[in-house]
């Protein structure tokens, strides 16, 4: 049956399925020393935008090799970013606790959440940056909240996105085993529309070799 054929839209998206669950996995897995989370969320990018959106190159290989080749260079901008990620959060937590109480903290506890806001967004920019970009640690970092500054209109899009991924988990908790992958795909759609404008001419034509390279 047609419906069965290797080629059908029905087996394809099986394949997409089963491609997401493997690679929120993988995600899963290597997030598991905590230290590991900052390349890991680059090397699940970075599959999700040539594997899953693109059709190109192996799941497991391109996402290993993306993980062992962005480690030693991302793990210390994930340190950072997960400590201020952990401050903000902590002054938002203690904010919110004596919010109860004392109303002076309510307006804390507004300005900690859009702290949080704004670090998230940042951290939505850094590491897809990193996974498509060569460059220092420190000029990685800058160049992702310039970014999300200067396009505010897709980082406002990429919060929403995420809130609805989020609320959409909360009542379907099922859907975490495929969470991160999905996200990664969707967030390559909002970002990727950004990087292009920051790509050389020399830059997408080694994007467009390594592209016919898988092919052969």
Not at 114 to 124: D, E, L, N, P
Not at 136 to 144: D, E, G, I, P, Y
Not at 163 to 186: N, R
Request: aromatic content about 18%; hydrophobic content about 50%.
């Amino acid at each position: 049956m047609k419906l069965f054929n290797l080629d059908s839209g029905l087996m394809r998206s099986l394949s997409k399925f089963t491609d997401c669950i493997c690679l929120s996995l993988m995600y899963f897995v290597s997030c598991i020393p905590i230290i590991t989370i900052g390349a890991a969320s680059t090397a699940l990018y970075y599959t999700a935008h040539k594997v899953l959106r693109h059709d190109r190159g192996y799941l497991f290989r391109d996402y290993l090799s993306a993980f062992r080749n962005n480690f030693k260079q991302v793990t210390p901008v994930w340190v950072a970013a997960g400590i201020i990620g952990g401050v903000a959060a902590a002054d938002f937590y203690i904010s919110s606790f004596y919010a109860k109480t004392v109303t002076y903290f309510s307006a804390l506890s507004v300005i900690a959440f859009m702290g949080m806001a704004i670090w998230f967004a940042w951290v939505s920019y850094l590491f897809p940056y990193m996974a498509r970009f060569e460059n220092t640690r420190r000029q990685s970092m800058k160049n992702a909240i310039l970014m999300a500054i200067a396009h505010l209109p897709m980082t406002f899009l990429l919060l929403v996105m995420t809130v609805i991924i989020l609320f959409v988990v909360f009542f379907a908790p099922f859907l975490l085993f495929v969470f991160p992958a999905v996200y990664a795909w969707l967030q390559s759609y909002i970002l990727e529309r950004v990087f292009r404008k920051y790509m050389t001419e020399e830059d997408r034509a080694k994007e467009e070799e390594r592209y016919k390279e898988d092919l052969c």
